[in-house]
Nanobody, 125 residues
Framework: QVQLVESGGGLVQAGGSLRLSCAAS????????MGWFRQAPGKEREFVAA????????YYADSVKGRFAISRDNAQNTVYLQMNSLKPEDTAVYYC??????????????????WGQGTQVTVSS
């Protein structure tokens, strides 16, 4: 059974930083693309960042480019999202997702097969 467990969310002031983690189990982690999505209240879930199975390529939404960084540790079956210069509009539930290497677009939800339960990030102004 595949499990993705996010952690590291919380309340932070604007301009601050948080590091999200997603621990994966039940899958060959090093073979999967990993992504982060987020959903703000009243809005649809949107793409944030993704990383290839090898870690050699990363992808970002324009809204977070230059502020967020995705990375992975295949030995620890964990993917990270370092979030810097946080803004109130980054407030959302952040979800970790895993997808097969040939799963289509990295930027779209259909490209992922497994999802975590989410972790809340709240940025105060």
């Amino acid at each position: 059974q595949v499990q993705l467990v996010e952690s590291g969310g919380g309340l932070v002031q604007a301009g601050g930083s948080l590091r999200l983690s997603c621990a994966a189990s039940g899958l060959t982690f090093s073979s999967f693309r990993m992504g982060w999505f987020r959903q703000a209240p009243g809005k649809e879930r949107e793409f944030v960042a993704a990383i290839r199975w090898s870690g050699r390529s990363t992808y970002y939404a324009d809204s977070v480019k230059g502020r967020f960084a995705i990375s992975r540790d295949n030995a620890q079956n964990t993917v990270y999202l370092q979030m810097n210069s946080l803004k109130p509009e980054d407030t959302a539930v952040y979800y970790c997702a895993a997808g097969s290497p040939m799963g289509g677009s990295y930027y779209a939800q259909p490209g992922y097969d497994y999802w975590g339960q989410g972790t809340q990030v709240t940025v105060s102004s």
